[in-house]
């Protein structure tokens, strides 16, 4: 069962993965892995447009298929979701064969709503970053409510770059927030305020993840780094995402 995306104009950095080996042609799927997007196109007040971030997309997304997992792409409404960083992955051939491929852009038009979601069908789930996420994830109620009780089952709970913006809000079934007292790594204030952003966010991811509780790791500024705390991994930013799903797969025990 595989999914697409849709195509809306944004950007980031590109992921620090070699090109991935072909997609399994059989129809062994071991896992399925749930990739969650952001529905939201408008950068603020800025006129510019964002959404997911491409590199955060394609990288995990051609990871996860190599590794004979299926995937599905969901977002809070359903629908098109719109992408970003086009332009930046010129020089980043796992991007551009994600353009290429009519099957995931296509995905990419229809996603599913979280409301048709069931958890129990999936082993994972994974949010891309893209300052999209930080607008429409955190208040996104029912898919808050989703994440925490895929996470209670025993379920990977992935995220990478802005994408740990659909974490802050998650509860567990105990009322404690799904990343209190866990380490997690995120978009960092300092990369805000290094792309000019800081004042444009509606918050602070750092900032805001560290008021829930989570205990934030970070490397310098655009460099790899991804923590694993349990069953919830969680990478720095666009050059941390291949690396994001290659520990997902770890904790799937998918080679």
Do not use: W
């Not at 069953?231 to 770890?250: D, F, I, W, Y």
């Amino acid at each position: 069962m595989l999914a697409v995306v849709s195509l809306g104009n944004p950007l980031c950095f590109a992921a620090d993965v070699p090109t991935p080996a072909p997609v399994p042609t059989t129809p062994s799927r071991q896992k399925v892995v749930l990739i969650i997007l952001t529905n939201h196109d408008k950068l603020g007040d800025t006129g510019k447009a964002t959404g997911a971030y491409l590199s955060e997309v394609s990288h995990p997304y051609y990871a996860f298929l190599a590794a004979g997992c299926d995937v599905t792409f969901a977002s809070p409404k359903g629908g098109v979701a719109p992408l970003t960083g086009i332009e930046e992955a010129a020089k980043d051939p796992v991007s551009q064969r994600f353009l290429k491929d009519s099957a995931a852009m296509q995905a990419l038009k229809v996603t599913r709503p979280i409301s048709e979601v069931k958890a129990a069908d999936y082993a994972a789930i994974f949010f891309p970053g893209g300052h999209g996420t930080m607008y429409d994830l955190p208040d996104a109620k029912e898919l808050n409510a989703f994440t925490g009780r895929f996470y209670d089952a025993g379920g990977v709970v992935s995220a990478v770059c802005h994408g740990p913006a659909g974490l802050i809000n998650v509860k567990q079934a105990n009322g404690s927030y799904l990343v209190a007292g866990k380490e997690v790594s995120c978009f960092t204030n300092e990369e805000e305020t290094a792309v000019g952003l800081a004042q444009v966010m509606p918050f602070l991811l750092e900032s805001k993840l560290i008021e829930r509780g989570a205990k934030i790791t970070k490397a310098g500024k655009f460099q790899k780094h991804v923590v694993v705390a349990d069953r919830l991994v969680t990478g720095q930013n666009p050059a941390s995402a291949g690396s994001v799903a290659e520990e997902v797969l770890k904790l799937l025990k998918v080679k």
